[in-house]
């Protein structure tokens, strides 16, 4: 299993955000979480991403444990574990949080030549193909200001898959989107979990949700 | 002209005091205020309420004073046996001062950046230095240009204030020379001498700024 979730629980003071939630995604299986605003999307995935932490369960992703749950208490992995935990799972935020002063193609290397898992030419090599691969070619240079809504998107995706994650999630990824443009992010995600990477989506989108097809998960009170 | 000829050497030599106390002042206070401004906002509260008072007294007082303090004030601790020399009490206040004018601003500054910009960070594994250098650092420093040139430009005038300790600078040139010849216009020169360094340094931040529009 590519990822392992158990027992989920989050609560911020007294409000409930979302209890006992657990699921599995084996490689390039899609999952679409849906549910009503406010009922904790957004939070389960940034618990995913260690981006907030959980008041119960465990999250196990290619068989090591980002957290587990022992007598009722959750253990997180150390910080030098975490560093390398993270880089199995992307997240694809729903503002996409590009860094504005960087080219897209600067967006792309950053992490990756800080990370130095790979040689400087591998890693341009790989930049270039997902800008081909996501029809980035004639924006590579230039600034996350001057792209539209959807191939900021791309950016966002592009970014997150030059570490090569075995898990990708997406919030909302359709909020900015046009029918049309909502096409094509449904045939990249489609593309991705072809690949094997795991994929998971929020969404309120039931017709995105038919389109991308996959498991389906809806969060309720 | 006689006036002149006093009055040129004298303002250059005065010159070199001005100029080096804005340079010294601007190449440690700005790097340092950078760090004020992480300790300041630091999680321990300890620190951050220490670099809170320090920052509270430096802008709660006048420069004029922290001079003094700084200059005089260890002449009258007794047994001690210790002062600073002039040029050195000066580049201490001076320092002091303006890192903690710098530290709010770069507070402000950091302040600003959307908390998507760290957390982009977060997920691709970029530790907190190099977020800190490479993704937040520059665009802090784009946001902060025009509140810190107003700063540059202040400091320049601020120089003149190391009269207290008897150190000559342009003004001073200027004040010895009115008085030897009974004349104003040294005052009027010395006021021009200052226009024409803020020409220059509006010219040279304007062309800073320039240089982060390339995005927005
Ligand atoms: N940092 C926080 N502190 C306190 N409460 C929070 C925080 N973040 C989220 N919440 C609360 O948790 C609940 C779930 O929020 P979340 O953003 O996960 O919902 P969502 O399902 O993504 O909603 P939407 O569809 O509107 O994006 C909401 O009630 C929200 O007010
Ligand atoms: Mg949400």
């Known amino acids: ?221 | 002209m006689n006036v002149f000829n006093m009055l040129i050497p004298m303002t250059i030599e005065g010159l070199r005091i001005t100029i080096g106390v804005f340079l010294a002042t601007l190449v440690i206070s700005i790097p340092l205020s950078i760090i004020v401004a992480k300790l300041r906002m630091s999680k321990n509260k300890i620190i951050a309420k220490i670099t809170g008072i320090y920052i509270y007294i430096m802008r709660g007082t006048p420069l004029l004073l922290q001079l003094m303090f700084i200059f005089f004030g260890f002449h009258y601790i007794p047994l001690i046996g210790f002062a600073f020399g002039r040029y050195q009490a000066i580049i201490i206040a001076f320092v002091l001062n303006y890192t903690a004018y710098l530290a709010e601003i770069f507070r402000g500054g950091i302040g600003s950046i959307d908390i998507g910009q760290f957390e982009a960070c977060q997920v691709l594994s970029l530790s907190k230095r190099f977020t800190f250098m490479k993704v937040i650092l520059p665009q802090v420093v784009k946001n902060v240009m025009p509140s810190i040139g107003n700063e540059v430009i202040t400091l320049v005038k601020d120089t003149s204030l190391v009269y207290i300790l008897g150190v000559a600078d342009i003004l001073k040139a200027a004040k010895s020379v009115s008085n030897t010849y009974s004349t104003f216009i040294p005052y009027i020169f010395v006021g021009i001498v200052y226009l024409l360094i803020t020409a220059i340094l509006t010219k040279l931040l304007d062309n800073f700024e320039s240089k982060f529009s390339y995005y927005r």
């Open chain 1, 1 to 221: 299993m590519t990822l392992v979730v158990e027992n989920l629980s989050k609560s911020y003071g007294d409000t409930n955000v979302f209890s006992d939630i657990s699921f599995a995604l084996e490689k390039g299986e899609i999952l679409c979480i849906r549910g009503k605003s406010g009922q904790g999307k957004t939070t389960l995935l940034r618990c995913l991403n260690n981006l907030e932490t959980l008041d119960k369960g465990s999250i196990k992703i290619n068989n090591r444990y980002l957290c587990k749950e022992v007598n009722g208490k959750v253990n997180y992995a150390s910080q030098q574990e975490l560093k390398v935990i993270r880089q199995d799972i992307g997240f694809v935020f729903q503002s996409f949080n590009l860094f504005p002063h960087m080219t897209v193609k600067e967006n792309l290397l950053l992490a990756p030549k800080f990370l130095k898992k790979l040689s400087n030419d591998e890693i341009e090599k790989k930049a270039d193909e997902l800008i081909l691969k996501l029809d980035l070619s004639t924006k590579s240079d230039n600034y996350p200001y001057q792209l539209s809504g959807g191939q900021k998107q791309r950016v966002a995706i592009a970014r997150a898959c030059m570490l090569s994650p075995s898990i990708l999630c997406f919030d909302e990824p359709t909020s900015a989107l046009d029918e049309e443009t909502m096409g094509q992010i449904s045939k990249i995600i489609k593309e991705l979990a072809a690949q094997g990477i795991a994929i998971i989506i929020v969404t309120h989108d039931s017709a995105f949700v038919e389109e991308i097809g996959g498991k389906v998960i809806t969060l309720k009170n």
